[in-house]
């Protein structure tokens, strides 16, 4: 297994349509290993100086460090919100062969 550390991605998406089409495109681009889609979440943010309450859907992305750049890269020209949230945090521990699993999935080109 490679020292790329594993990563989880945040990314909300204004319906589950949007999800699933970003979903499949990472996947597809082996970008991420897998997307979880979690629908009709309530998220309360500033924007533009306002307080706005918007339903949204919550993209959970299993990928590595080394793919963040071009997950990244792929959400924003596929997004409909001009600042879409990208944020990762590391996976600090997982099985062997789940962890092994992604870096196998995220590395075949």
């Known amino acids: 297994m490679t020292t790329?550390?594993?990563?989880?991605?945040f990314?909300?998406?204004?319906?589950?349509?949007?999800?699933?089409?970003?979903?499949?495109?990472?996947v597809d681009?082996?970008?991420?290993?897998?997307?979880?889609?979690?629908?009709?979440?309530?998220?309360i943010f500033l924007w533009?100086?306002?307080?706005?309450t918007e339903d949204e859907t919550l993209l959970l992305m299993k990928s590595t460090l080394e793919r963040?750049?071009?997950?990244?890269?792929?959400?924003?020209?596929?997004?409909?919100?001009?600042?879409p949230e990208i944020i990762a945090i590391p996976i600090l521990k997982g099985s062997r062969e789940y962890l092994s699993w992604i870096?196998?999935?995220t590395n075949e080109m």
């Open 68 to 83: 963040f750049d071009d997950v990244e890269k792929l959400i924003k020209e596929h997004h409909s919100y001009s600042i």
């Open 29 to 43: 681009n082996r970008l991420v290993a897998c997307v979880n889609i979690i629908p009709r979440l309530t998220s």
């Open 103 to 105: 870096h196998k999935v």
């Open 48 to 52: 533009e100086g306002s307080t706005v």
């Open 11 to 26: 990314s909300t998406a204004s319906t589950c349509v949007e999800a699933e089409s970003l979903g499949k495109l990472l």
């Open 4 to 9: 790329e550390p594993e990563i989880l991605i």
